[in-house]
């Protein structure tokens, strides 16, 4: 099913509005989950092109809402309060909800004040208005978990806010006497659960709310914060890339070491999305191997570290990415900026509008070539690009939790608006981790049900911990403490935006030959489900998953994904990378990893550079230039060039090609002399068993097989000169090895079979000679590992030639 594109005309202006697809179920203008994805593209379209009307005629301000000419009025928008103290700037829902907000998310603990100073411009008694919501009204939940105050030059509104309405709106907070002059106002969190406050409006007009639209950055807003209407300029650009997580870094790096111009829009302080310290997903996927071993060497520089998820804050390496962004002079960095609008022309993406998530500053970002790294295909939604989202049975967001012990006895309050649950309702945390299967919205919207998705999670984790804190589990954690909750979702399934190929499961799995097949993806398919143990209570929206595997992904090469899974099919110059890219959604189980959302990142700003010097389109780079692609992705990730048609440059601290399998993760053979192949270049017959418990190993690991079972590995190597030479076998001793292992080598009419004792161990370094023979250069050596009347297991790593003097 693809996504209705928009009509249009040459030069058109696309604004996806404030609400991208719908209001958060079950209120509001409901778009039931059983419609699919183009009955939600139409119905929202209506709703933003009545919103243009209205706000395009000249009666608009007025027709929205009327204020007295003498009236004096103030619009402080919260995320731009000097002091934040202890509130979290939220911007994941600002294309549903119309704007940033901060969010006082404290654990249940109240968190310190936001403050920060306003000009008041005349005495007079003023109105005010907070923009809120009860964040658990959707779901008629008893009490309210979001309440904060207002204040005034330190005196609190006469109203508690967070407490009233299922969506957000203004609410009402009273009248305060002001003189002219400097005003201080806070934010007071009273609870530590996730109260929200989205803007304060003060006016001497009649008790009149302002108007409440949705839409990103409308005319009142722009007008009450005395912001131009007209965008600054950025650019023109080689590339815009929109998104900051891996498949945007990855795209804005290898682009701008490539000789483009690149902007790099992101609108979250640190850059790596799901692999950020924001929210903690250790990033997945084998890297530097395949057909284009040379891929995923960018990826390296800036991978966390991570030993779990959810990780540390620290090993994700916030301050890395941004570092290496920053390094390159071709890249332009705009944190911070979150992008809602796309200019189009024809059939091509012109422009891309930004606003500075603080500020509110806008800026229009030129350009020749874009790039969709947003996750949701938002960029590509903007621009009519062809796009689908599967019906039913999608996966869902995650928003992972840690908790800790403290030294003395800990308290958490009562949580009667969370999840009703027990110790018997979820998963035990154990290791202290609440981990990625804590995880709902299957199948509810997961754009514009987005902020009501990350709600429930939070309902999920709070009453999880208050089972465990004042139910049944509370004689076990008196010390427990909540000590991390993310905030930010980590969503794994939208829009995917269509290209020339569309991948599907059955070409992974029959590995399928694509001429422009570059990005390995060694995930297997990997599609979560609820998990049916913890469904019942809560069917309608199940908070535990299940992941099911399709394990017949080739893990160690990768299955090599098109180059033509990055363009949009229908938008001349659109790129995609990352988990919104051209596959179904099936494949989507192995492609949607971050370390393969990065390599294809690389990949789209090599094929940019060279639309660039060629003056074409990305499909053009397939049908014109598929040799010149595939030669820089031979490239090592470091290499560099000024401009695109520049000579390139390849550093002294380059990485060595890993090769088809990867990099060595032990002996690596180019250290060793003579001539070394490993077990996994050797032709396996029978059943074998890669292993790397045992240390001191060659290559990847090594194998094992059972005696007698009919397992045989053959190697074969050449000489690079004329001469004498020693052929020894790697292994590793072990006490279960066979004391009778066979080794054939054969050179021309010459056999010799020797039988090892693996138990005792390798007399020079881990390497037994086996035979010495004399040959021609490129004479071919031929070694057999057997199994038969072994006497135990067989152990076999690397086989050697080594010139004797």
């Keep these: 099913m693809r996504g209705t594109r928009c009509g249009g005309s040459q030069g058109r202006t696309r604004w996806p509005g404030g609400r991208e697809q ?15 994805p183009t009955a939600y593209f139409r119905e929202s379209l209506v709703l933003h092109r009545l919103a243009l009307l209205l706000l395009a005629s000249a009666a608009a301000p007025l027709a929205l809402w009327a204020q007295p000419a003498n009236s004096a009025d103030i619009l402080v928008e919260a995320e731009s309060f000097t002091d934040p103290g202890g509130w979290k700037l939220d911007t994941q829902f600002i294309n549903q909800m119309g704007s940033p907000y901060l969010l006082a998310h404290g654990l249940g603990r109240p968190v310190a004040d936001a403050t920060t100073t306003i000009e008041v411009p005349a005495a007079g008694r003023y109105h005010v208005f907070v923009r809120t919501l009860d964040w658990v009204a959707r779901w008629d939940a008893p009490g309210t978990p979001g309440r904060f105050q207002v204040l005034v030059d330190d005196q609190p509104l006469e109203e508690t806010f967070g407490t009233r309405g299922a969506a957000w709106d203004w609410q009402p907070g009273g009248a305060v006497e002001l003189a002219p002059g400097k005003v201080e106002l806070k934010l007071r969190d009273l609870t530590g659960f996730d109260g929200r406050c989205d803007a304060i409006y003060l006016t001497t007009a009649a008790d009149q709310p302002p108007p409440n639209l949705s839409e990103v950055l409308p005319t009142w807003r722009l007008e009450k914060l005395n912001l131009p209407a007209e965008p600054a300029e950025k650019g023109p650009y080689d590339l815009v890339v929109v998104g900051g997580g891996y498949a945007g870094l990855g795209a804005a790096i290898s682009a701008a070491r490539m000789g483009c111009k690149v902007a790099l829009i992101q609108n979250r302080p640190v850059l790596g999305g799901n692999g950020s310290s924001e929210v903690r997903v250790w990033a997945q996927g084998l890297i530097r191997r395949g057909r284009f071993p040379r891929i995923g060497e960018i990826v390296e520089e800036f991978a966390d570290e991570a030993t779990k998820s959810p990780g540390r804050a620290e090993e994700f390496g916030d301050e890395l ?71 039913e049975g999608r996966m869902g967001m995650s928003n992972m939790w840690r908790w800790d012990e403290a030294e003395t006895e800990t308290e958490f309050p009562e949580t009667p ?135 017949r992904v080739d893990r160690s090469y990768g299955y090599p994904v098109p180059y033509r899974c990055f363009y949009s099919r229908n938008i001349d110059n659109l790129f995609m990378a990352g988990r919104n890219i051209s596959v179904t959604h099936e494949a989507l189980g192995t492609t949607r990893v971050m370390k393969t959302c990065g390599m294809m990142g690389e990949v789209v700003g090599k094929a940019a550079s060279l639309c660039v010097l060629n003056q074409c389109t990305p499909r053009r780079v397939y049908e014109d230039y598929l040799p010149d692609l595939l030669g820089l992705l031979e490239l090592p990730g470091k290499a560099y060039r000024d401009t695109v048609g520049g000579p390139v440059t390849i550093p002294d601290d380059a990485l060595p090609n890993a090769g088809p399998f990867g990099p060595e993760s032990g002996v690596e053979m180019r250290s060793l002399p003579g001539v070394v192949v490993d077990d996994r270049q050797a032709k396996s017959t029978g059943n074998w068993t890669e292993g790397t418990g045992l240390k001191g190993y060659i290559g990847w690991g090594y194998r094992y097989a059972s005696p007698d079972s009919g397992a045989s590995l053959e190697y074969r190597l050449a000489a690079k000169k004329p001469g004498r030479y020693a052929v020894r076998i790697h292994y590793l001793s072990h ?35 086996v035979a010495e023979v004399q040959l021609a250069a490129g004479q071919d050596v031929r070694v057999l590992i057997g199994s038969d009347d072994a006497k135990g297991t067989v152990h076999a790593d690397a086989v050697q030639l080594l010139p004797l003097p």
């Design 22 to 36: 719908r209001q958060p179920w079950p209120l509001g203008l409901r778009f039931s989950h059983s419609l699919p």
């Design 321 to 391: 990415k941004e570092q290496i962004v920053r390094a390159e002079k071709n890249i332009d960095l705009f944190l911070n900026h979150h992008a809602y609008r796309a200019e189009t022309t024809g059939s091509q993406v012109t422009a891309v509008w930004a606003f500075d998530t603080r500020s509110g500053q806008q800026k229009r970002f030129s350009g020749q070539l874009f790039a969709d790294c947003t996750g949701h295909g938002s960029l590509g939604f903007w621009a009519d690009a062809d796009w689908e989202m599967t019906p």
């Design 417 to 551: 608006w969370a999840l009703d649950l027990t110790m018997e309702d979820f998963p035990y945390p154990r290791d202290h981790h609440g981990q990625w299967f804590w995880e709902s919205g299957f199948n509810k919207d997961a754009i514009g049900d987005a902020e009501a998705i990350r709600d429930w999670n939070l309902r999920a984790v709070y009453g999880a911990f208050n089972a465990m804190k004042n139910r049944d589990g509370a004689a076990d954690h008196r010390n427990a403490i909540l000590t991390w909750v993310a905030y930010i979702g980590g969503p794994r399934e939208s829009r995917r935006l269509l290209g020339d190929v569309v991948l599907t499961q059955d070409d992974i799995v029959e590995k399928r030959e694509f001429p422009d097949g570059c990005v390995p993806s060694t995930w297997s398919i990997d599609l979560h489900y609820p998990k049916e143990q913890y469904a019942k209570k809560f069917p309608d929206n199940p908070f535990i998953s299940i992941a099911v595997h399709d394990r």
């Design 735 to 769: 006490e279960n090895r066979g004391t009778q292992v066979p080794v054939l080598v054969e050179v021309g009419d010459y056999t010799e079979t020797t039988r090892i004792n693996q138990r005792t161990a390798a007399p020079q370094e881990g390497f037994q000679k």
